[in-house]
């Protein structure tokens, strides 16, 4: 559709019609795209809110919710250590987006404000561990905690994770306070305030959008996290909620209808992110995003 | 304010300055050093010793020579490619297709750029369940449809089919990671200025020429950046491909990364684990090298 346009002042083809056609395009592709990104959702939802033996009636697959049941995630909460899955995923991935955070709008602030050689050096650093893959930081980890003895132990996935997180979020803080005019600053010092208390009472409240939209990358990191919990944490009672649902279908006693339960309720802080906090994340983006 | 006053709070400010430079820095470079380098040169280390958790003795780059002349290590870093380049280039024109669309401000814009969110920060296992499900040959729904249609004679198992498990994971690491370029070109195209297609519509421009040469242009930086980065990432990337396939089958997934893994974890060489990562270490050191000259990234920063 295309070549339509090609030397167009002379063109036998109208505006009008150039823009019909483009407009016929852009709502084929929404809809298409629409379709494909939700239908594997649709598909999740559907098996996980249906009894099994309804969901698979007469050996295919039951896409139209009629009756609804929760016989799954019942299940899922009474049969299996899912609970306490979730409550090690919560636990390193708060200490986890808290560490990243305080890191981030620490290293930002000083970064911004005070003048040293190496910089340039420094910028790189984060860049390059913010390309770097987690795999091959994981197998050093690993030999190292095993070495300390802090296998299977909430501190050194929350470090793990941290080390994946903090690059970016140093680096979009970093970019926050270039933002921040040092003007505001200023003015608190002349009118008496400490650096210290103008960094509570004026920095931080300026960049709070700024380090929302960092915490929400760093939590996003560790609750997706299936890498690092998996070389980190080899007990079954340390596993997170990725690492034990990810064992889930080489078990005979759990099917597709748990299965799907629990990646529902994985899904759900990502879909409270995504309702509610989307204009942070964007601004992350804005900066590059991470992986 | 008095001059003694107005010392002693010059006095106190050095020291508060003092006080802030080592609260910001302090945290950061002890990070970077327990997390980053130590792990790093470490694994350097351990890379030069055969057996470097046991009974450890030093062999030079022995270990580099077993891997390099291994019978496998050009399948992986060949899978590795193309599994980098399909997923990175598919879903850089998905991402750009949909930008472009977003950007027209078609009703219903913005609950697309909503929906565009979902697959970023949906977790990879959950991907991998869904699309695992959807080709699963006995329940999976595309087999069904496929089959009742007439398409397929029988189902096909994807994720286990010589040929296909390549391009099952190429879709759904597509379906993840699409919305990552989406995001970062939608930024872009909203940055640049109307005008200048208003412009060109007066003058009689085409639909085509104005995105040739306005649209275009302004996404030169953001294209190559994500050709760049999110190539190096899928090159490195190991969750979507372990949780699929564990590089199966016979290795027809298996890239360094999940290389890397069964070294460390089903075959405890660490030796040979840590001279691969290595060998990756060195190849990303290569491409951040490229990225740092030709994009200069840290003027955004340090200037």
Not at chain 1, 107 to 113: D, E, H, V
Not at chain 1, 159 to 171: D, E, K, V
Not at chain 1, 246 to 256: A, E, N, Q
Not at chain 2, 102 to 116: E, Y
């Amino acid at each position: 559709m295309f070549e339509f346009g090609e030397g167009a002042a002379g063109s036998y083809v109208s505006q009008a019609t150039q823009q019909r056609v483009k407009r016929t395009a852009v709502v084929l592709t929404a809809l298409l795209v629409a379709v494909f990104v939700t239908i594997p959702v649709y598909v999740m939802i559907a098996i996980a809110v249906q009894s099994p033996s309804s969901a698979f009636a007469g050996g295919s697959v039951q896409l139209f919710v009629d009756s609804l049941s929760f016989e799954n995630f019942r299940v899922l909460l009474t049969e299996t250590s899912t609970p306490r899955y979730f409550f090690n995923s919560i636990v390193v991935t708060a200490s986890s987006t808290f560490l990243s955070t305080v890191i981030a709008v620490a290293a930002g602030y000083g970064l911004t404000r005070f003048d040293f050689t190496g910089k340039t050096l420094m910028a790189r650093a984060v860049l390059f561990a913010y390309m770097f893959s987690p795999i091959v930081l994981a197998i050093p980890l690993y030999v190292i905690f095993y070495t300390l003895g802090l296998l299977n132990s909430y501190f050194a996935l929350t470090l793990a994770l941290t080390a994946i997180s903090a690059p970016f979020t140093i680096w979009l803080m970093w970019q926050y306070f270039q933002t921040v005019p040092i003007a505001l600053e200023e003015s608190a010092w002349v009118r008496g305030a400490s650096r210290t208390r103008t960094i509570w009472d004026v920095v931080l409240p300026v960049a709070r959008p700024g380090y929302i939209s960092a915490a929400i990358f760093s939590f996003a990191v560790s609750w997706n996290d299936f890498t690092m919990a998996r070389v980190v944490m080899s007990q079954d009672e340390m596993y997170t909620i990725t690492v034990g649902a990810s064992l889930f279908l080489d078990r005979v006693s759990i099917g597709w209808g748990e299965t799907m339960a629990a990646s529902l309720l994985i899904a759900i802080p990502p879909f409270c992110i995504a309702l509610f906090l989307q204009n942070y994340l964007l601004q992350g983006f804005n900066v590059g995003g991470l992986e | 304010m008095s001059a003694v006053t107005s010392v002693r709070h010059r006095v106190a400010d050095m020291d508060e300055r003092r006080f802030l430079l080592l609260a910001t820095f302090v945290p950061v470079a002890g990070f970077f050093a327990v997390v980053w380098l130590a792990p790093i040169l470490y694994a350097l280390g351990m890379s030069l010793f055969d057996n470097p958790t046991g009974a450890a003795s030093f062999v030079g780059v022995a270990n580099y020579a077993d891997i390099l002349t291994s019978v496998g290590f050009p399948k992986y870093l060949w899978n590795s490619v193309v599994y980098a380049v399909s997923s990175t280039v598919l879903s850089l024109l998905v991402g750009l297709g949909l930008a472009l669309v977003v950007n027209q401000q078609v009703r219903g814009g913005n609950a697309l750029r909503t929906l565009m969110i979902f697959p970023y920060l949906l977790p990879t296992l959950v991907v991998i369940f869904m699309w695992k499900f959807i080709l699963d040959p006995n329940l999976g729904v595309l087999n069904q449809y496929l089959v009742q249609w007439g398409v397929l004679e029988s189902p096909i198992a994807f994720f286990s089919t010589l040929q296909w498990a390549m391009p099952a994971v190429v879709v759904a690491s597509v379906w993840k990671f699409g919305s990552f370029a989406f995001f970062i070109l939608l930024a872009r195209l909203q940055a640049i200025d109307p005008n200048l297609y208003e412009r060109a519509r007066v003058e009689g421009a085409s639909t085509w020429q104005s995105f040739r040469d306005i649209t275009l242009p302004h996404l030169r930086g953001a294209i190559l950046i994500i050709l760049l980065v999110r190539g190096i990432w899928m090159f490195n990337k190991f969750d979507i491909i372990f949780l699929s396939t564990r590089g199966g089958p016979l290795e027809a997934t298996t890239t360094l990364p999940i290389r890397v893994y069964q070294l460390a974890f089903s075959e405890v060489n660490f030796g040979g684990a840590t001279a691969l990562a290595g060998i990756m270490f060195f190849l990303l050191a290569l491409v951040a090298v490229v990225y740092f000259r030709a994009f200069e990234p840290e003027k955004e920063v340090a200037n």
